[in-house]
């Protein structure tokens, strides 16, 4: 589903990811774990490019880039069509209403009658438990309402993989738990994720396997009791235990 090879990624003179090598296999959850400024993001972004990477390579479904030489408009946009991505941020139109979230985009893009995408994202809605909240406007949700809506809005796009940016970093602590119940469910419904989080027991129990970046690196790799109960690396340890601390 994806395979990455010795990707690289600098901002100036700061070599954010250095050689990166993983694969993500279809209906697989994947959790990127870390402290701030290992490069979970910054990979993230990557894989949607967001960010060019400098060097490396990135396959995702048919589609495969090579980075280093001059990159079309065209490859990026086939690279992103796989991906739905949900960041920190809501990234709502506040000027629209939840309903209005969701089909805008797919309608501009003509990727099928404006009538099917309502419906279509009337049944997202109802898979985040939002449908009752359609004709609201975003400054009249909580934030993990928001959120919800931010998901929805990614899954009316039918994406083969989901990249969640620590999707719950900025809310309040009551309405994680709201978030969390959401994208466990598109876990156990088989959908392809890669989610950077610090919810430690979320991502043990949801993600087929952890990743541990650090400094740019892939640390440490495995399943959660292999990563977050019996780490085996130093520098894993180091970063859980203060995590025990907080």
Same mark, same amino acid.
């Given at each position: 589903?994806?395979?990455?090879? +010795? !990707? #690289?990624?600098?901002?100036?003179? @700061?070599?954010?990811? =250095? *050689? ?6 279809? $209906? ?79 309608? +501009? !893009? #003509?990727?099928?009658?404006?009538? @099917?995408?309502?419906? =279509? *994202? ?6 985040? $438990? ?117």
């Amino acid at each position: 589903m994806i395979e990455v090879q +010795a !990707l #690289k990624k600098s901002f100036g003179p @700061t070599e954010v990811l =250095k *050689s990166i090598d993983f694969q993500v296999n279809k $209906g697989e959850v994947i959790a990127l774990i870390g402290p701030s400024g290992s490069g979970k993001t910054t990979l993230l972004r990557c894989l949607n490019l967001l960010e060019t990477p400098d060097a490396g390579s990135i396959s995702i479904g048919t589609s495969a880039l090579t980075f280093g030489t001059d990159i079309k408009k065209a490859d990026i946009k086939k690279i992103r069509q796989y991906s739905g991505m949900v960041f920190q941020g809501f990234h709502l139109f506040p000027h629209k209403t939840v309903l209005e979230n969701l089909y805008t985009a797919p309608v +501009a !893009l #003509k990727r099928n009658s404006k009538q @099917t995408l309502i419906e =279509k *994202s009337e049944a997202m809605l109802e898979k985040v $438990g939002m449908i009752e909240h359609k004709h609201k406007y975003p400054d009249a949700l909580s934030g993990g309402q928001q959120q919800r809506v931010a998901i929805a809005r990614a899954l009316v796009m039918e994406p083969e993989v989901m990249l969640f940016d620590e999707p719950t970093s900025a809310l309040d602590p009551q309405l994680v738990r709201g978030v969390l119940k959401v994208i466990e469910g598109l876990a156990n419904e088989g959908q392809t994720m890669v989610i950077v989080t610090h919810e430690m027991n979320f991502a043990k129990r949801v993600a087929d396997k952890i990743i541990f970046m650090d400094e740019g690196y892939i640390v440490e790799e495995g399943n959660g009791d292999q990563v977050i109960t019996n780490p085996q690396e130093e520098r894993t340890k180091s970063f859980l235990s203060l995590l025990e601390e907080e």
